[in-house]
């Protein structure tokens, strides 16, 4: 985790130039740049980022990894191995949790495809007028969150108010995703949060997304609607990020619409 910490400060140190060269292809969100711009009228989020596939490995495109520091592609490779365990011991117990057999999710989470956001949120004098990222909720199963620095900027929301995830040294902060919100038919919650900005601090996350296969159908298990409705709609996964990925982030509406 400090190594993977260490590089991505390096990395964001680099000129623009440098880091633009792991720029975003057209139309393809892995690399470095922006995510969810939809249209040419909005109103951007106040942030760098670089998104990479780190598994399964196959469809890692290396070229995109950055090649500066040194060290950076040694690092990623290894901290994405590590929480690829910490996530499936998450999966196995949350499974228990529901009253299904852990093969169920172990089927779904099929060598657990995996990707990384890289945020950098640089500091702004009028923080207020920005969001570093909009309100959303992940289109993951599990997403575990590394915050590089000790500044505040991550927020849940609960009831209508924002509250503020405080960083603690060594910790990973686990988000319940969009796809074990569907898969639990609502007992587990995927959760709402965003990210502010420091008026005078940079600001730097790492944030591993684990979803289902790319092929698999996600809905309610069977196990769990038995003896009552489903409540959301089933669909391809595949189907589900292309929606997911079409739109500006907005809060929870992808998965109010998704309900039945």
Partial sequence: MEKMKADIVEFFKLPLEEKKAFAQLPN???????????SDDQKLDWADMMYLITRPLQSRNIDLWPSQPLTFRDSLSCYSMKLKSVAGTL?????????????????IFQDQPQGVRINYY?????????????PHTDGSG??????????????IRKGG???????????????????IEILS??????????????????????STFHGPREYSMVGPLAEIVKGCKPKYVSMSYEE???TYFSAKLEGRSLMENLKL
């Fill in 142 to 155: 599990l997403t575990l969150l590394l915050q590089v620095n000790d500044v505040e900027g991550l927020q």
């Fill in 122 to 134: 640089p500091p702004c004098p009028r923080a207020d007028e920005v969001l570093g990222l909009s």
């Fill in 185 to 206: 038919n609502g007992i587990y919650k995927s959760v709402e949060h965003r990210a502010i900005i420091n008026a005078t601090e940079e600001r730097l996350s790492i």
């Fill in 28 to 38: 393809n969100l892995e690399g470095y740049g922006q995510a969810f711009v939809v």
């Fill in 91 to 107: 999966l196995e117990v949350m499974a228990k949790n529901l009253g299904v057999a852990p093969e169920e999710f172990s089927t």
């Fill in 240 to 242: 589900f990020m292309k």
């Fill in 161 to 179: 108010n924002w509250f503020p995830v405080k960083p603690l040294p060594g910790a990973l902060v686990a988000n319940i995703g969009d796809i």
